[in-house]
């Protein structure tokens, strides 16, 4: 479980942030990470979660997401809908699987959560391997953050004996830093290469950054791509 981390994307309320350490109390998980929260103290977390200790000793804030998800190999997003050419699923017991033994053989994964009002943006959901949501009722779907966070911990601390791991991969996976400076050369490239003709190329740049996702590169294929676009701008720049 120490593979498993929860991000909380700009929460407004602090009562919330404590409801969801309750949460991870309640579900054996102690590892969370804020991004540009709204300000609390430990006496409202602990109004909220009684002995609060175990998680806020792990609890990290970062003024950016791309701080909080560097080191992250797996990003899992949550949405209460799905989202054209984004791998959206709602199979949650096997989705729980699948992440206790991803997490136990290339940790560390992290659940990504969105703010109360309006949860994760596109732009947001685009940084994800696949995107989580909840099978509720269609005519009230949406869950406050912790009663999500509480259902989707609930069922990853149900996996009480995690299935035999794939075998491990010969080399780690990229984390999402190294992915985000692959994603940064290709788009130097289409930058210097003119390849955008019109409009701002931001679908383009979502594909891409969906495609890359989806290779599951290691952290050395991450690296020599990167690599070998920035010799080909190199190149292109001394013509």
């Not at 780690?172 to 994603?183: I, Q, V």
Request: glycine share 6%; charged share 20%; with cysteine.
């Amino acid at each position: 479980m120490n593979d498993i981390i929860v991000i909380l994307h700009q929460p407004r309320d602090p009562r919330n942030i404590g409801a969801v350490v309750r949460a991870m109390l309640n579900t054996g998980f102690h590892h969370l990470r804020l991004v540009d929260p709204c300000p609390f103290d430990p006496a409202t977390i602990s109004a909220v979660a009684h002995r609060p200790d175990p998680v806020l000793a792990n609890l990290t804030v970062h003024a950016h997401l791309s701080e909080a998800i560097a080191d992250i190999r797996y990003l899992v997003g949550t949405s209460d809908r799905p989202h054209p050419g984004l791998p959206w699923r709602n199979d949650v017991r096997q989705w729980a699987n699948e992440t206790r033994q991803r997490a136990g053989s290339a940790g560390p994964v992290a659940i990504f959560f969105g703010s109360e009002g309006n949860g994760l943006s596109r732009d947001e959901l685009v940084l994800c391997q696949e995107i989580l949501g909840l099978p509720m009722a269609p005519d009230y779907p949406v869950l406050n953050l912790a009663q999500a966070v509480l259902l989707v911990l609930y069922e990853l601390q149900q996996v009480t004996t995690p299935l035999a791991p794939h075998p491990q991969p010969g080399e780690p996976p990229a984390t999402l830093a190294a992915r985000e400076s692959l994603h940064t050369a290709v788009a130097d490239l289409i930058s210097a290469t003119n390849f955008v003709k019109s409009g701002t190329g931001q679908a383009l740049h979502q594909r891409l950054r969906t495609i890359i996702a989806r290779a599951d590169l290691s952290e050395r294929d991450a690296a020599v791509l990167t690599a070998l676009l920035r010799e080909v701008l190199r190149k292109l720049d001394r013509r």
